[in-house]
């Protein structure tokens, strides 16, 4: 259920459809469904199916409210149930739909559909939503308890929007529940699409030709009215004694398991005390909507004889008015809007008399009707669920890209790590997920939540990163003698856990091993995409792939304590380096010059590598001053990803090269950036993917990628080292707390319990999905830190800042550690 795909339109207007609700893939209804009886249950049934045909390349599923143990016999469109009066039941649910990305959720709302007081349960699974949430209300009250109204307040703080299907409905919610009108949308109750047709055509069906007709169905209850007009019936029989009055539906279930049948019998009853019994037919029984509507077809004259005004959706009513019947109501709220204009007529509730002079009235002056039912059926028109569902896609498309515009925060996810932003707790060195993904050939490029997806196979960024984070985390972690097979490594203060001897050393030569395997030597460059089978996928890769690996190559050179691994990096190196000289893209420059700056720590003497730096930077300068303005200081009219890399490798190359121009160049577009991705409360809020940033134009908010965060936690810390200026290292900080949930969504996309991340901040949250990518990133930008403390605390014993390879012991990882958190609340 995590993937997806689209399936293709077969015609134009399908095509028009898939092109405004391109950004949806999957909706989830909530409430109830049917074979459950209740009005709800077929409202939610109908409008999926109605959703699903109108924009069939959209998954569109259910959750179903169960009033029983043992739930019901639903269709493959119930994705997942929930027992209405368990609590951990609906927080189950939020979890299982946030796994299986939905992108909108449409809630069909009635306080007794759900557990807890005033069915308050159901705000339990809504903060626990990660997408928007859309409401149906059925029911909005003039009157609320004290408790009903809580609920519809919360409701208010969790709901992106909601539907109404009447305007007095939206004005009670204005003026009694304070909800602005800008959240509110009025859309119609859907009626299926039925031709406007004689009611002859249906009589014999039930053996009523001849007959006049009227008609009455749903669920039986003490609320409908009935009484009324069975006390009506002999009136209209004595000027009409060919009229037959059929009550078409069960008893509610409700009714049922507290009063039994005692309200039809008592209803039937009183038919034979008036002597209509013979004029009233009864079908105790819940009906198809196929036949529903040949017996809506059959009517002369429908009636909805309510006893109070409390009723601002009624989908029988709908259904009669969408039939083309005449409709005699009491004036409940939803019959005063519908039936205005002459489309129907209104008697007072409980006024028996007049009740049967407007149904005789309609039998005595058959123009007049005739009249009547082709102004309902004309009215209810744009109520057929065709346009119903385009209403409710549109609205669904609407919230999702405000949602994206601007996304709301969710601080329910893993308090401890919230409770402390400033200060995160959670930040030691831990590999679980990074050995997760590991196997005899390298990391593994994706993972289905954190289960390696061998589908995926491997890439040689992937591969790079891997290396450049296990050559760094050697020296931050302590190691232990002992079997290969411990799996973790999470040091921490007062219980120190250990990787065995050699392990990070094996790991990093099997990432080594792959680059060495990527390189082509045919055309100098390193293919970058594998399959599973160990089968190469290009013969050359991209600009980006060859600079990483040339970045990774370079920190080997640089850090790695095995002179084997050192010398096999070298020679690779070497080989891989002319082709530098080709690369055209900032990105494929600016890695490579990272990686050949770590290169010439160890050998800097090696004027071959300074003379390609030299190419490499000035190429790198020129196209800043050529293309950028004080504006936008940008090389290009599109920033992307890894963005703070471009920045970092000409402030490396300017201070090595000892060019001012370039080091305040460098410093410019790097201040320049981050204020860029900088949130309304200053936490840090990179481009998102979903659309980058064009030069002139607003950045795209979501998809956040790890890669951006990382990189610029890099990109400041060299700033600091060119600078001594503190504000880069609280920058840094600020970066890395991006990953610990001060973001635009305050969730956490470390998760402590694995040592991976999340891959994609989206509008409605975090990803389940922990790839390699986004584990690297996270590892990468905490051990460059980790880099930072040493660098500072070795200050004073000859380890300069140009020096991050230098080597921490084991047991400074504490007193590392301790340095880290002091600095991170001062920052």
């Not at 005063?336 to 209104?346: C, F, H, T």
Request: aromatic share 10%.
């Amino acid at each position: 259920m995590w993937l997806r795909g689209l399936v293709e339109p077969d015609n134009m207007l399908q095509k028009a459809k898939q092109k405004s609700w391109d950004a949806l893939e999957t909706l989830a209804l909530i409430g109830t469904y049917t074979p459950r009886r209740c009005g709800i249950a077929t409202f939610t049934n109908d409008l999926t199916e109605a959703l699903s045909s109108a924009a069939p390349e959209i998954n569109t599923t259910a959750v179903a409210m169960n009033d029983r143990a043992e739930g019901y016999r639903y269709n493959k469109r119930v994705w997942f149930e929930v027992n209405q009066s368990r609590l951990v039941e609906y927080r189950l649910a939020a979890d299982f739909l946030n796994m299986s990305s939905v992108d909108v959720v449409c809630l069909q709302h009635e306080f007794g559909i759900f557990g807890g007081h005033d069915g308050s349960y159901i705000l339990e699974m809504l903060r626990r939503l990660r997408m928007p949430v859309v409401t149906t209300l059925h029911t909005v009250l003039k009157e609320p308890t004290d408790g009903q109204l809580r609920v519809m307040r919360q409701l208010n703080e969790l709901c992106d929007q909601f539907v109404v299907m009447a305007h007095r409905a939206e004005s009670f919610l204005c003026d009694i529940y304070e909800i602005p009108r800008d959240k509110i949308t009025i859309i119609p109750h859907g009626i299926p699409e039925v031709p406007f047709v004689d009611p002859a055509y249906f009589k014999d069906l039930f053996g009523v030709e001849g007959k006049k007709v009227i008609l009455t169905f749903g669920l039986l209850g003490p609320s409908k009215g009935l009484e009324n007009m069975i006390e009506a019936m002999p009136a209209i029989v004595a000027k009409h004694p060919d009229a037959v009055y059929i009550v078409l539906g069960a008893t509610h279930p409700g009714v049922i398991a507290h009063q039994g049948e005692e309200y039809r019998l008592g209803l039937q009853k009183r038919a034979k005390e008036l002597g209509v019994a013979e004029n009233i037919i009864w079908v105790n029984r819940y009906v198809d909507l196929d036949e529903l509507l040949e017996f809506l077809g059959s009517a002369d004259v429908y009636v909805t004889p309510y006893l109070n005004e409390a009723q601002i959706t009624s989908g029988t009513l709908c259904y009669a008015l969408g039939s083309g019947k005449p409709v005699v109501s009491t004036p409940y709220w939803h019959a005063e809007e519908l039936l205005a204009d002459g489309r129907g007529k209104l008697v007072p509730f409980g006024d028996t008399k007049q009740l049967a002079n407007g149904i005789n009235e309609l039998f005595d002056h058959e123009a007049e009707r005739h009249a009547i039912r082709k102004k309902a059926y004309q009215h209810t028109r744009p109520m057929v669920w065709e346009n119903v569902a385009s209403e409710y896609l549109n609205l669904f498309q609407r919230v999702r890209t405000h949602r994206n515009r601007a996304p709301k925060p969710n601080f329910t996810a893993r308090p401890s790590i919230m409770s402390s932003m400033k200060t995160p707790e959670l930040t030691e060195i831990k590999l679980d997920q990074l050995i997760n993904l590991t196997d005899g050939t390298g990391i593994l490029q994706a993972a289905q939540a954190t289960v390696p997806d061998r589908h995926a196979g491997y890439t040689t960024d992937d591969n790079a990163r891997a290396l450049i984070v296990t050559l760094i985390a050697q020296d931050h972690l302590p190691t232990l003698t002992g079997s290969p097979g411990r799996r973790y490594a999470t040091p921490g203060p007062t219980d120190s856990k250990t990787l065995p001897t050699g392990y990070l050393d094996d790991m990093s030569t099997r990432y080594l091993s792959f680059l060495g395997h990527a390189f082509n030597t045919e055309t100098a460059r390193f293919r970058h995409r594998m399959n599973y089978e160990r089968q190469w996928m290009d013969d050359v890769g991209s600009e980006e792939s060859h600079g990483r690996s040339i970045w990774a190559l370079g920190e080997t050179v640089a850090r790695s304590p095995s002179r084997g691994q050192m010398t096999f990096a070298a020679n690779l190196f070497q080989q891989a380096l002319d082709s530098c000289t080709q690369l055209q893209t900032p990105h494929g420059i600016a890695f490579s010059l990272i990686g050949i700056h770590a290169y010439l720590r160890r050998f800097s003497g090696d004027s071959h590598a300074r003379r390609v730096r030299e190419n490499l930077a000035h190429k790198l300068f020129h196209s800043f001053n050529t293309h950028g303005d004080h504006d936008w200081p940008w090389l290009s009219d599109q920033m992307t990803y890894a963005n703070a890399q471009v920045p970092h490798a000409l402030l490396l190359s300017g201070r090595w090269m000892f060019n001012n121009e370039m080091i305040q160049k460098a410093l410019h577009v790097l201040e320049w950036l981050y204020h860029v991705e900088l949130g309304e409360d200053e936490h840090f809020a990179p481009i998102g993917s979903d659309g980058w940033l064009k030069r002139g134009q607003n950045k795209a908010r979501f998809n956040q990628l790890p890669l951006e965060a990382s990189g610029m936690i890099a990109a400041t810390l060299e700033a600091y080292r060119v600078t001594n200026d503190k504000k880069w290292v609280e920058r840094s900080y600020r970066c890395l707390n991006w990953f610990l949930g001060e973001n635009d969504l305050r969730q956490p996309l470390y998760d402590p319990s694995t040592g991976g991340c999340a891959e994609v901040l989206l509008p409605h949250g975090v990803s389940e999905n922990q790839s390699a990518e986004a584990t690297t990133c996270w590892l990468f930008g905490l051990l460059s830190l980790y880099d930072h403390i040493q660098s500072e605390d070795a200050a004073s014993h000859t380890i300069t800042a140009a020096e991050p390879g230098g080597a921490m012991t084991g047991d400074r990882h504490e007193a590392a550690l301790s340095r880290y958190k002091t600095e991170q609340k001062q920052s």
